[in-house]
């Protein structure tokens, strides 16, 4: 019996390693079909395909509408990439798109025609193909994507249809012969760069390049104050990018977008005036610019979009009604707003939409309020207090690392609150109309909770405890202290190295040289005879005395010889006069008998 069991585990064993094995084949092959040089992939929907790789060798290649009895709907991504041998290619009008980098580098290709049919031409699909001189686009095609016919260097000539809507960034980099480009009214958006090196860039000598219904897409002019045209309606994207000079930007009521990355890193843009008129401000529009500290936002502002104005030196931002949603990082960095004030209408606010706003001090969300997402004020190390009067819900990490935040006010029940929501906030308060939730929420979450009723007014000049003090001190004493450590440090070391390879060697030199000089002169000495200086000396008479120059001194037998003075004898000593003293030790002479 035992046997026998092993037996039927060891075949369902293998049976299954086998299944394991061969379904993947036989789906793949299924799903797969090989027709001659091409190879296609069936879609989900069961009835169509997609072309995903050429490994014949003919010049001209022409797509076939169907495979079997699917019907060919796409050219797939890198399908033939870097062919150098197709020369010309004709698309069916059963194709509606070409996928990304599908003939990049297809060197030799030098004609290609696009059906009406077909509708977007994907990123990158025919970039580098330096031979194609001749693109014919039919009417129907809507999308052209980023980069799609960058660096093709032999285009002369280009015309978009009616249809176009979208041009993608670089769409037509470094087309360097395309001289007279025609693009319709109809296009809404024209990416960064879609013309850039192209001759009919390089020729052209207006201060405001501007294409299709009043996109404007470069500006060339080096005024530090500017009023934009008011036939200008779409500020475009990049259009005044890295300008380092502009301060001052007036635009007119005819301008309703301000397409991305539109103001990037204009460092010195102090002032912006926009019109009411504006209703989308794109990802990146005013990103960097540190100078810009105020901005008069849009009434009809719709949203505001990914790091709108990330890094910018903006003050205070007064977010309007129509803008439901605050984007990922839209004032990601923006070290010096204070201020922000959210008009009801807002909804949504995007994971680190306010992050590492260090001086941000109160935020209070309005009613309209249905989610704040996780790392959304992450790092507002500034951030004291915080009020919701909505019931939004509150993610993991919202409010992460605020921490000097001590006060969060719920005027209403939130409909979720993630138990991280104030993760490393380590003052915080959480004060309600003693709602149960709440209290259990700070008890599990080592907060504090207390009435509402207790709260203080807020007062926006108040210090930070342990925190703005001790950061200004820090940053003061401590800072300077540092700075001036740093600096004596570097001069020590300088004055070190500078006496090490500029000092110290001449002394070297020096030495040396007082050294060789000692030796040469004893050596001098030995080979001098010997005078004798001492008989020399015994012939000088002694008792003459030399003049000596003024300023020498005398030697000893150059001085004259005082003689004492003789006593006088003829003085007698009366000792009475003087009690107590010795008897003179001198005494009178004998005479003789």
């Not at 109809?186 to 009043?214: H, Q």
Request: charged share 25%; glycine share 6%.
């Amino acid at each position: 019996m035992k046997k026998t069991l092993i037996r039927l585990c060891s075949s369902a064993s293998a049976l299954f390693l086998l299944s394991a094995v061969v379904l993947p084949f036989s789906a793949s092959a299924k799903n797969t079909i090989d027709n001659g040089d091409f190879r296609y992939t069936i879609l989900e929907d069961g009835k169509s395909a997609e072309l995903t790789s050429y490994l014949g060798h003919s010049l001209y290649i022409s797509i076939p509408r169907t495979v079997d009895e699917y019907r060919v709907v796409s050219i797939g991504a890198a399908a033939f990439r870097e062919n150098t041998e197709i020369k010309e290619l004709d698309i069916t009008d059963s194709v509606k798109e070409i996928g990304t980098g599908a003939f990049e580098g297809c060197t030799s290709l030098r004609k290609a025609a696009f059906p009406g049919t077909l509708e977007t031409i994907g990123n990158s699909a025919f970039l580098n193909c330096t031979a194609l001189s001749e693109i014919t686009i039919d009417d129907g095609v809507k999308r052209i994507g980023d980069y799609a016919f960058s660096g093709c260097s032999s285009v002369a000539t280009l015309e978009l249809p009616n249809s176009i809507e979208y041009v993608g960034d670089g769409a037509f980099l470094n087309c360097t012969a395309l001289s007279n480009p025609v693009i319709p009214r109809s296009v809404d958006y024209f990416g960064a760069y879609a013309l850039e090196n192209t001759e009919w860039m390089r020729s052209g000598k207006d201060e405001f390049v501007t294409v299709g219904d009043g996109i404007l897409i470069k500006y060339r002019g080096d005024k530090t104050t500017k009023s934009i045209p008011d036939t200008v309606k779409t500020i475009g994207s990049a259009a005044f990018a890295g300008n380092e000079k502009m301060q001052k930007v007036m635009l007119p009521s005819s301008v309703t977008k301000i397409e991305k990355n539109a103001f990037l890193n204009c460092v010195s843009l102090e002032e912006i005036y926009m019109p009411g008129t504006v209703v989308s401000i794109g990802s990146g529009a005013f990103e960097n610019c540190k100078a810009l500290s105020s901005l008069n936002f849009p009434k009809g502002l719709a949203r505001v979009e990914e790091r709108a104005f990330a890094g910018s030196g903006l003050v205070r931002a007064a977010i309007p009604s129509y803008a439901a949603t605050i984007e990922k990082n839209a004032f990601d960095g923006c070290e010096m707003l204070a201020e922000v004030s959210f008009s009801e209408g807002v909804k949504k606010i995007s994971a680190e939409a306010f992050k590492d706003c260090t001086l941000l001090r109160r935020a209070v969300f309005p009613q309209s309020l249905k989610e704040i997402e996780g790392y959304a004020f992450t790092g507002c190390s500034s951030l004291t207090r915080v009020e919701f009067n909505s019931d939004a819900e509150i993610r993991s990490f919202a409010f992460s690392e605020c921490a000097n935040l001590s006060e969060a006010v719920f005027y209403k029940n939130p409909s979720k609150l993630e138990p991280n929501a104030f993760n490393f906030c380590p003052k915080l308060t959480i004060y309600s109309d003693n709602n149960l939730y709440l209290n259990e929420y700070a008890s599990s979450n080592g907060c504090k909770s207390e009435d509402i009723r207790n709260l203080k007014s807020f007062d926006m000049n108040a210090p930070l405890d342990n925190g703005e003090k001790e950061g200004e001190t820090f940053s003061g004493g401590y800072a300077l202290a540092v700075v001036i450590i740093i600096i004596v440090d570097l001069s020590v070391v300088a004055l070190f190295s500078f006496y090490i390879l500029v000092i110290d060697p001449k002394q070297r030199k020096a030495a040396a040289k007082r050294r060789s000089a000692k030796r040469a002169a004893a050596a001098d000495d030995k080979k001098r005879p010997e005078t004798d200086s001492t008989a020399a000396a015994e012939k000088k008479p002694v008792h003459r005395t030399a003049e000596v120059p003024e300023g020498r001194p005398r030697t000893d037998a150059q001085r004259p010889v005082r003689k004492r003075p003789e006593a006088d004898t003829t003085k007698t000593v009366n000792r009475t006069e003087r009690p107590g003293r010795a008897p003179s030790a001198v005494k009178p002479p004998e005479k003789k008998q």
